[in-house]
């Protein structure tokens, strides 16, 4: 299985940056869609954003999209998450995750799951 390692979390003010970084190891080559996912308190898990094993083709939840980027170096078995314009909202602990399928937004299809990060975005 692929082991994930996120990093990166931290407290900041709103409208702040924050870069997570996830680190794969073991069978990584098993994995193609990779995806940031979040849990806030009394909330369900919900995708963040995903992306191809080429980079190829990405998704955004409504509620980042023009303020957070995915990515991924595949040589360096890493993918990214650039978190700017950071709101309030934003708080909550982050996952990483790796699918096997091509391409997913559906958390019900990533076996790889990273412990998290903790996020906390302060007004």
């Known amino acids: 299985q692929v082991q994930l390692v996120e990093s990166g979390g931290g407290l900041v003010q709103a409208g702040g940056s924050l870069r997570l970084s996830c680190a794969a190891s073991g069978r990584t080559f098993s994995a193609n869609a990779m995806g940031w996912f979040r849990q806030a308190p009394g909330k369900e898990r919900e995708v963040v954003a995903s992306?191809?094993?080429?980079?190829?083709?990405?998704y955004y939840a409504d509620s980042v999209k023009g303020r957070f980027t995915i990515s991924r170096d595949n040589a360096k078995n890493m993918v990214y998450l650039q978190m700017n314009s950071l709101k309030p909202e934003d708080t909550a602990v982050y996952f990483c995750a790796a699918s096997s399928r091509p391409y997913s937004i559906n958390p019900d299809e990533y076996r790889s799951w990273g412990q998290g990060t903790q996020v906390t975005v302060s007004s």
């Open positions: 992306i191809s094993w080429s980079g190829g083709s990405t």
